[in-house]
């Protein structure tokens, strides 16, 4: 549907680095929070961070000290720094948008670790 724009997937040796980054296009309303979770084959989805309008930010413990979100800035867009990255990591990554009206997924990009 367009209404999210991921992007900055790919494949990094155990320990690299990574940024992904999730934008909202122009057709999202009042946005509450912007997050991004990840899944992998046999696995549920699960939040790995998010930041509400407010910058306040939550993350699964085990990403907490090796990844960073941003505060949502005036274009609407998000980064998720992802530092010493380990093949548990791997997984599709899915950005989500809550806004007033809806709440938007996008369509995913791969992060692969490898040992």
């Known amino acids: 549907q367009g209404q999210v724009l991921e992007s900055g997937g790919g494949l990094v040796q155990d320990g690299g680095s990574l940024r992904l980054s999730c934008a909202a296009s122009e057709s999202v309303y009042g946005i509450y929070t912007m997050g991004w979770y990840r899944q992998s084959p046999g696995n549920e989805r699960e939040l790995v961070a998010e930041?509400?309008?407010?910058?306040?930010?939550n993350y699964v413990d085990s990403v907490k000290g090796r990844f960073t979100i941003s505060e949502i800035n005036v274009q609407n867009t998000i980064y998720l720094q992802m530092n010493n990255l380990k093949p548990d990591d791997t997984a599709m990554y899915y950005c989500?948008?809550?806004?007033?009206?809806?709440?938007?997924w996008g369509q995913g990009t791969q992060v692969t670790v490898s040992a």
């Open positions: 930041v509400d309008s407010n910058g306040a930010t």
């Open positions: 989500k948008i809550k806004g007033v009206l809806d709440e938007y």
